[in-house]
């Protein structure tokens, strides 16, 4: 007959190896080229959609963040001017940051909702409730 520590260290050896992740989510990072002196970001809605964000909120905070005029059409996001890819991810991550990402757990389960006068980004993982700036 087998000791509890035996029966213990069998069991512990045939459980699966734990593997630790820093988080199941990843920043997607932008596609694009430059077309002239226009810069074209061809995976925008799968960023905003990724997000589960509205384009129009994405889009907007990258305009006034990389200050530059644009405009979607179709999948595709137009700027109106060179910017390396470098500055529109480093604000793509900015963005998740800011208004995907909970301040508590990390997760990005999080919906943008209104609050009286403010709005406050909530986590659906955790409960967590953050204001965030409501005027991009």
Same mark, same amino acid.
């Given at each position: 007959?087998?000791?509890? !520590? #035996? ?15 820093? +988080? $199941?989510? #990843? ?10 002196? &226009? ?16 384009? !129009? ?6 305009? $006034?963040?990389?200050?530059?005029? +644009? ?10 001017? &060179? ?13 998740? #940051? ?16 209104? #609050?009286? $006068? ?8 955790? +409960? ?9």
């Amino acid at each position: 007959m087998q000791s509890y !520590e #035996e029966l213990l260290k069998k069991a512990k050896d045939s459980l699966p190896e734990l593997k630790l992740s820093s +988080g $199941r989510f #990843e920043v997607p990072k932008a596609i694009g080229h430059l077309q002239g002196n &226009k810069t074209i970001i061809s995976n925008f809605t799968a960023i905003a959609k990724t997000f589960n964000r509205a384009q !129009e909120h994405l889009l907007k905070y990258l305009l $006034r963040e990389l200050a530059s005029p +644009g405009n979607i059409d179709g999948p595709r996001l137009i700027l109106g001017r &060179k910017i390396p890819a470098s500055l529109i991810n480093e604000k793509i991550k900015q963005y998740a #940051e800011e208004f995907v990402l909970c301040y508590v757990c990390k997760k990005p389960d999080t919906i943008i909702t209104r #609050e009286d $006068r403010i709005t406050v980004i909530k986590c659906t993982a955790c +409960g967590a409730k953050h204001p965030i700036r409501s005027r991009i």
